[in-house]
């Protein structure tokens, strides 16, 4: 049972271009979380969803950033015209239930980098 | 605003020593994770525990719940290299939402 998977592993971009982190939840789990988390920094969050829905994006801008989790495929988080202060590790997170029943399983991120 | 204050930010000791982290609450949670992140990889679960007063043991790790569900601790006896980290906590409420402490940064030097 493969763990959850993001790609790419490192992104690099310049300012002005979209950003496009996949993230595959571990079979069988229908949440997913984004985090964004700077170096030496703990995680932050930005955006919660369940198939097909956001459920909660508080965490998110709502200018530049989007995310989505299709009834097929992966979870996407789009940063369009990427600016330097998007350089971070996103990580996804996925579990079958809601938090208070259930961990968080993590991916091993996407480190964005913006030149 | 919740908020789950970590302490401390930031440990340095010898092997062999002993540490406890803490993480506390003004609010109540129905369980509380415990995280280990290593550079370059996602935060993975150590434990969750659930039931006011309840403590944990693995290894040499024991982590330890508040009679309130309000805060945690974790102590490590006799630590070594590789429990270098950053440990992370996570409060989680009744509905999805989980909040985060800022994360102990963990060096044991050998």
């Known amino acids: 049972n493969a763990g959850v998977m993001q790609n790419p592993r490192h992104l690099v971009r310049r300012r002005g271009q979209e950003a496009r982190l996949r993230c595959s939840p571990m079979?069988?789990?229908?949440?997913v979380y984004w985090y964004r988390q700077l170096p030496e920094e703990g995680l932050k969050f930005m955006v919660y969803?369940?198939?097909?829905?956001?459920?909660?994006e508080s965490g998110m801008p709502k200018e530049r950033f989007s995310a989505e989790f299709p009834k097929e495929g992966p979870s996407i988080l789009r940063i369009q015209q990427v600016v330097r202060g998007d350089s971070a590790a996103y990580f996804c997170?996925?579990?079958?239930?809601?938090?208070?029943?259930?961990?968080?399983?993590f991916g091993n991120g996407t480190r964005l980098t913006v030149t | 605003t919740q908020l789950l204050e970590q302490s401390p930010q930031f440990l340095s000791i010898q092997e062999g020593e002993n540490l406890t982290v803490y993480c506390n609450s003004s609010?109540?949670?129905?369980?509380l994770q415990w995280y280990r992140q290593e550079p370059g990889e996602g935060p993975v679960l150590l434990v969750t525990?659930?039931?006011g007063g309840e403590v944990k043991k693995l290894k040499r790790l024991t982590f330890q719940f508040g009679d309130a569900r309000k805060d945690s601790s974790l102590h490590i006896t006799a630590a070594q290299p590789g429990d270098t980290g950053l440990y992370l906590c996570?409060?989680?409420?009744?509905?999805?939402?989980?909040?985060w402490g800022a994360g102990t940064k963990l060096i044991i030097k050998p």
């Open positions: 997170a996925s579990s079958p239930q809601p938090v208070y029943n259930s961990p968080l399983h």
């Open positions: 079979k069988g789990h229908s949440h």
């Open positions: 969803l369940q198939k097909e829905n956001i459920i909660d």
């Open positions: 609010s109540v949670f129905s369980s």
């Open positions: 525990v659930v039931t």
């Open positions: 996570a409060g989680a409420r009744a509905d999805y939402q989980l909040i």
